[in-house]
């Protein structure tokens, strides 16, 4: 079993240590924040760990059909924060993980009718009962946004390499708690194009981002159809982004992992990027 | 009399409003309209850089808003286009710092002197999605053609039609030969499931990326292919009857044959 390692264990022997609470966020919406959540989740699952995702998108929430448990939803995070059902109603078991659950966002209610002190408390009762608490942020830095943060105690920040999504990550990052040290995914990269100097280089992202990178995930068609399906790619031995997801996950679990392989020179050719950030606004 | 306001919205974030806003506004204005880019994506703006009029930015929607400047001192010239201008958004203030009623006046101002106003709304349903809708008349829907974006769209389908906002369709990022192997949803389930009218097609094109990245939009070069999609798009926009089948990628309609063939 791996057990979340941040907690120390401290002196009341019969108190099991809190599992991890870990955000998911990037400001800018379609980056693959959901894909990253059922992914990294299903993976450390696999590994043996109790994991539970959480979707903070109310209203628009889709992590339920990423994983294919759209049809098993019952009950959401609002009834269990408005009492009208139980954590052990609402929280789906996935179909292939014994491990790995997912608690629903409420989709015909809005962001404002999360407390936040609730929100806060969930996140905590959760840590009792698992390893990881993987959370879902919703697009934007609204009122959804500052839900999804509160309970979490570590950032993942999910960019590609454009030139929009590197900004909004910017700014994501410090709107985040100043004792955090969020860890990046750069999510998407075709390679090849990197070579011709038309898309950013993980290099270039992180040159602006400064962050510790996690992992670097390639843009390959496989993910919208495993998305479609509600299949997670993170199970397929084939893959090769499957397998950029376990690492992801070893990495998160403790495990010492090589830095993610994918690395492109940049050609010069975005020298305007880096003025960009340095401007009025 | 009057310009027309749309506001270009989807739910669901990274579909491409932004593209999507910037392309059908520069190709209006390569035909002579009028047009005005108004990012409300405030905290989180992308329109400038996609423009590539990122540096140019001296005043902002909220400096407007708050009095601190003129509309027209707030308005970027496009240079590269006789009549397209940006209002970009503020960078470093949150959404609630503007009004519905705020933004609406804005809108309705800078369609006193422009025949379209595009507004670039942000991604979610929260007080900016409010906001950026309250000053259209009509609204453009951006999709894609999978499952999760076409659930968040069809949840601001709903929230356009109690505004009482008409809206049409154009569905982004289409590979047909996906659509072909049965991998990805044709454009014809995806206006079924949200019961609108097409506006557009745009194909999955990777030239995209690097043309946002370098702040050009695709329709300035004429040989790009989807620089004549949007310019369709445009004239649709405008009121001209012009049909899907010439252009599109024959992908689409071969899978509609044989979707009556089997039906």
């Given at each position: ?6 907690e120390?264990?401290?002196a ?7 599992g991890?609470?870990?955000?998911i966020t990037?400001?800018?919406g379609g ?24 979707d ?12 294919g ?20 109603e609402?929280?789906?078991?996935d179909?292939?993980n ?12 809005e962001?404002?009718?999360?407390d936040?002190a609730?929100?806060k408390?969930l ?13 879902d ?8 946004f500052?839900?999804?943060i ?19 990550a ?17 999510n998407?990269?075709?390679p ?5 100097g ?10 602006i ?7 670097v ?5 496989n993910?919208?159809?495993?998305s ?17 997801y ?9 495990e ?26 | 009399?009057?310009?027309?306001r749309?506001?270009?919205?989807s739910?669901?974030?990274?579909v ?5 806003t ?22 989180l703006?992308?329109?400038d850089?996609?423009?590539g ?48 009623d705020q933004?609406?006046?804005?809108i309705v101002e800078?369609?006193?002197?422009a025949?379209?106003?595009?507004i670039?709304?942000?991604a ?6 409010r ?19 076409i659930?968040d769209?069809?949840?601001v ?16 990022r289409?590979?047909p030969e ?7 949803m ?5 206006c ?5 009218e ?8 990777e ?6 990245n370098r ?26 009857l ?19 063939k089997?039906?």
């Amino acid at each position: 079993m791996i057990r979340a390692i941040d907690e120390p264990s401290g002196a009341a022997e019969n108190v099991p240590p809190l599992g991890r609470a870990i955000v998911i966020t990037s400001g800018k919406g379609g980056v693959g924040k959901t894909t990253t959540v059922a992914n990294v989740g299903t993976a450390l699952a696999a590994r043996g760990a109790r994991v539970v995702l959480v979707d903070a998108d109310v209203g628009l929430r889709n992590l339920d059909i990423v994983l294919g448990l759209e049809s098993r939803v019952k009950f959401h995070v609002l009834d269990v924060l408005e009492e009208k059902a139980s954590l052990d109603e609402a929280l789906v078991r996935d179909k292939r993980n014994e491990t790995l659950y997912l608690l629903a966002a409420a989709q015909t209610r809005e962001k404002e009718d999360v407390d936040t002190a609730q929100m806060k408390a969930l996140i905590e009762t959760l840590r009792a009962r698992f390893d990881y608490v993987l959370i879902d942020c919703p697009a934007g830095i609204e009122m959804g946004f500052k839900n999804a943060i509160v309970g979490a105690q570590h950032a993942i920040i999910v960019c590609t390499p454009e030139v929009s999504a590197v900004r909004d990550a910017d700014r994501v990052v410090g709107l985040l708690p100043n004792d955090w040290r969020p860890e990046l995914i750069v999510n998407r990269l075709r390679p090849q194009l990197v070579r011709k100097g038309k898309m950013l280089s993980v290099d270039d992202v992180n040159g602006i981002l400064r962050l510790p990178l996690l992992g670097v995930i390639a843009d390959e068609p496989n993910v919208i159809v495993a998305s479609n399906r509600g299949e997670p790619l993170a199970l397929d031995p084939t893959s090769e982004t499957g397998s950029a997801y376990r690492a992801i996950a070893a990495k998160i679990a403790g495990e010492d992992v090589a830095a993610p392989v994918v690395r492109e020179p940049s050609g010069g050719l975005f020298a305007k990027f880096g003025t960009l950030f340095g401007g009025r606004g | 009399m009057s310009g027309r306001r749309i506001v270009v919205t989807s739910g669901k974030g990274g579909v491409g409003k932004t593209t999507t806003t910037v392309n059908v506004g520069a190709a209006l204005a390569k035909r002579g309209h009028k047009v005005v880019l108004v990012d409300t994506d405030i905290g989180l703006r992308n329109l400038d850089l996609v423009l590539g009029l990122e540096k140019k930015i001296v005043f902002d929607l909220v400096e407007v808003i708050e009095g601190r400047c003129q509309l027209r001192q707030a308005l970027i010239r496009d240079k590269r286009f006789e009549s397209l201008a940006m209002l970009p958004a503020a960078q470093t203030r949150e959404k609630e710092a503007v009004t519905e009623d705020q933004m609406k006046a804005v809108i309705v101002e800078l369609a006193e002197s422009a025949d379209f106003v595009l507004i670039d709304c942000p991604a979610g349903i929260e007080h900016g999605f409010r906001s950026a809708i309250a000053g259209a008349a009509e609204a453009i829907v951006v999709t894609t053609p999978e499952v999760s974006a076409i659930r968040d769209a069809d949840r601001v389908v709903g929230k356009l039609q109690a505004a009482g906002l008409p809206f049409r369709l154009i569905v982004n990022r289409v590979r047909p030969e996906m659509v072909k192997t049965g991998d990805m949803m044709s454009v014809e389930d995806v206006c079924e499931i949200l019961s609108g009218e097409l506006l557009g097609i745009v194909p999955d094109d990777e030239e995209v990326i690097d043309t946002t990245n370098r702040g050009e939009p695709i329709v300035l070069d004429e040989t790009k292919r989807l620089a004549a999609i949007y310019d369709k798009i445009a004239r649709r926009l405008g009121g001209e009857l012009v049909p899907f089948t010439n252009l599109d990628e024959p992908g689409f309609f071969g899978r509609l044959k044989t979707l009556w063939k089997v039906g």
